[in-house]
């Protein structure tokens, strides 16, 4: 309750949190290796999957090559499940939502993402330019993916995909970056695991200057002016990374 997306996805009803939950799930069933439960729970990523493309992506290609094919199971099921709920009240759902949304395009909006950025700077109608980033996060999971596939754990590399993928995502809200609370955690976990006051210090520090400013300019600006947040998250994610590597040569209580 600490992190500022968490305050306003909560106060104004979005639906961040059921992603959170889709996260979280599927990290703790893969590790138990029930993967039917593992994919159901990685279904609900498909309520925004713009905003983790990258988790989608990843658990898609490990699931294949893998052979996990319970996920791929598990995941379609529910999919299946909820699009056949939703028709047996209103048959008409999937075309009235793709009509509802080539009518209002979610990418009218200037939201808090490098693509409204480019399009804000050099045109508003090239909507392409939303993707542009997108497509360099396609291309960075290409080479993340090669160097880890022989020591692949998501525990560890879920992290780091979900701050990207928010970071190069074509659109989003702030309040939308809930999901990346599991890699604050696992940053903060490597902080104190550390023993080094100055590293704690230092990550605690850093993070609330982070989310004080974040709740400061919530207070007077639009939610398009937190576009430093989650570069800024990402950043401080892979600075928390480094001392802890470095840590170690420290002496104790450093």
């Keep these: 309750f600490s992190f500022y997306p968490t305050i306003i996805v909560l106060r104004i009803g979005q639906i961040g949190p059921v992603l959170l939950l889709g996260v ?41 090559g ?19 709920t939703a028709m047996m009240f209103n048959s008409h759902v999937i075309t009235q939502y793709l009509s509802a949304t080539m009518a209002d395009s979610p990418l009218v909006w200037l939201t808090p993402t490098f693509g409204s950025l480019l399009r804000l700077l050099l045109g508003f109608e090239r909507k392409w330019l939303t993707f542009i980033l997108m497509v360099a996060g396609i291309f960075w999971l290409g ?11 998501w525990a560890d590399r879920i992290p780091l995909l979900l701050l990207v993928s928010v970071v190069t995502a074509p659109f989003g809200w702030s309040f939308d970056q809930v999901v990346l609370i599991p890699a604050l955690l696992q940053a903060m976990f490597r902080v104190f695991a550390t023993n080094c006051v100055r590293i704690v210090y230092g990550g605690i520090i850093s993070y609330l200057a982070i989310n004080i400013t974040a709740f400061a300019i919530h207070a007077r600006f639009f939610d ?25 040569a420290l002496p104790p209580g450093g």
């Design 24 to 64: 979280v799930g599927f990290l703790h069933f893969e590790h138990k290796k029930q993967y039917w439960l593992a994919g159901a729970f990685a279904a609900l990523l498909a309520i925004k999957p713009h905003l983790l493309y990258l988790v989608c992506i990843s658990i898609l290609v490990w699931s294949i």
């Design 66 to 84: 893998r052979r996990r094919w319970g996920i791929l199971g598990g995941g379609a099921l529910i999919l299946l499940s909820a699009t056949l």
């Design 143 to 153: 080479l993340y993916g090669l160097r880890h596939r022989a020591d692949w754990l």
């Design 224 to 248: 398009d002016w937190q576009l430093w947040l989650a570069p800024v998250l990402l950043i401080w994610y892979l600075l928390v990374q480094r001392w802890s590597r470095h840590a170690a």
